[in-house]
């Protein structure tokens, strides 16, 4: 059961789920600068209902909630492992990086001058997502099928047009790997100064959920799907 209620301060909200500032930024409730607020009196701050605010709260929990639970075991099959992969993995990249987006913009053109690493954060996260978004996209429509069609019907023949979409994944996976790995040197671990704003803490919070996520994603492909794969080739 959910542990934020009406009385839920809203700055606690979005440290307990960082997705739902997208939420407040839409409907203009300040997480950031005067977040120390019950979410019931700022909800009614804006003449909105603070039922259906809280739901739509609870909808974003329990949605970040699925794609972090259910974690596979290896013991799955391929069709198996693939489905959570989608379902999981590329359902929240699709969702988390559209979204972090502008607050990635907003970081850089506000605290850019006096904190120039964060300029190179919003080159390295354009860059990331789009190679994450593309690979996303590469897989679920050219090589999942192709792996799907290869367990099917394991001949010599799909199995040698399957093997170069499968390196070539992994030299993908390890191009966002070195992005990743470059991001948390130059923020220090994702530790925002003693003096950061809350978009800072916020940016600095969903990079690491990001990083996170998607070496989880990286292992499961790299270390169990495509193992599985080229133990029936």
Do not use: W
Not at 62 to 69: R, V
Not at 147 to 173: G, Q, W, Y
Not at 178 to 202: M, N, Q, S, V, W
Request: charged fraction near 30%; glycine fraction near 2%.
């Amino acid at each position: 059961m959910s542990q934020i209620t009406l009385h839920s301060l809203v700055s606690d909200i979005v440290t307990a789920v960082p997705q739902t500032a997208d939420l407040f930024r839409k409907l203009r409730i300040d997480f950031c600068c005067v977040g120390k607020v019950e979410l019931e009196q700022a909800s009614r701050n804006l003449n909105l209902d603070p039922m259906q605010v809280l739901s739509e709260v609870l909808n974003i929990e329990q949605k970040q909630k699925g794609y972090a639970e259910n974690q596979p075991a290896t013991e799955r099959s391929e069709k198996e492992l693939i489905t959570h992969i989608q379902q999981k993995h590329h359902a929240y990249l699709r969702d988390e990086l559209p979204q972090l987006t502008p607050y990635i913009t907003k970081l850089a053109r506000v605290h850019g001058e006096k904190h120039p690493h964060l300029l190179r954060v919003q080159e390295i996260y354009t860059s990331l997502k789009r190679e994450l978004l593309d690979h996303t996209e590469d897989e679920d429509q050219v090589v999942f099928p192709r792996i799907i069609n290869f367990v099917n019907d394991p001949t010599s023949e799909a199995a040698k047009a399957l093997e170069p979409h499968v390196l070539e994944l992994e030299n993908e996976h390890e191009s966002a790997g070195d992005l990743l790995k470059e991001l948390r040197e130059i923020t220090h671990d994702f530790e925002p100064p003693a003096d950061a704003c809350g978009t800072y803490r916020l940016v600095y919070q969903r990079l690491a959920l990001l990083e996170k996520d998607t070496f989880e994603h990286i292992h499961l492909e790299n270390n169990v799907l495509f193992e599985k794969v080229r133990a029936a080739m």
